[in-house]
Each structure stands twice: as structure tokens, then as C-alpha cells.
């Protein structure tokens, strides 16, 4: 899959070849510990299209912070309650948060 077919998924979407993928992967991994699987580059590929995935997931949801904050909906003050309060799709945490928000006083 293309980087320009990740893209055009959506979030659910992603989530769900995340997960999918990770399993392959395991499978791969166990098929390749019992007997040597006839290409063992498909683990080396697997994996790079898991991190592929979860990279367009991680910069969709800094997107999404991102335009939080424009809005003027997310503040120094009020980051770390976001945080507690909202489920995001990709790992973020505080100092993350807080280098948009400085970043966007520029």
C-alpha cells in the first residue's frame, strides 16, 4: 500500500490495519522461529508498513491538537485536563502538547 492510499484512509480505518498488521506480524514471526518461511524479507516489510501506519495516525492527531489550539479550545492552562479528559488515537503526551502550543505563539 502507498503512502498516498494511507492517506486517503480514515482513522478507523487505520486502526484497523494497525491491528491486522500486528498480527500478521506475530504470525510471521512465530511461522519464521518454528521453520524458516520462504521469504523472510515479508517481516522486514510487515513492519515497515505498521510504523508507515502509525506514523500518518501519530501526525493526524498532532494535526488535530494543532487546530485545538488555533481555535483558542486548548491552552497552556487547560492541556494537561485535555489530556485526561480526551482519548486520543496516538500516544501524546503533555510535553508534546505543550511544544504545539508554543509553537503556534510564533
Request: charged share 30%; aromatic share 4%.
Amino acid at each position: 500500500m502507498k503512502n498516498s492510499e494511507i492517506k486517503g484512509l480514515s482513522i478507523e480505518e487505520i486502526k484497523e490495519k494497525i491491528s491486522s498488521s500486528e498480527k500478521s506480524l506475530q504470525s510471521l514471526k512465530f511461522a519464521n522461529a518454528i521453520s524458516p518461511i520462504e521469504n523472510p524479507l515479508q517481516i522486514k516489510d510487515v513492519r515497515k508498513f505498521i510504523a508507515r501506519l502509525k506514523t500518518e495516525l501519530h501526525n493526524r492527531v498532532v494535526t488535530e491538537v494543532a487546530e485545538k489550539v488555533k481555535s483558542g479550545e486548548l491552552t497552556n492552562f487547560n492541556a494537561r485536563e485535555f489530556l485526561s479528559k480526551t482519548k486520543l488515537d496516538s500516544p501524546l503526551n503533555l510535553t508534546k502538547i505543550k511544544k504545539i502550543l508554543a509553537g503556534s505563539k510564533n
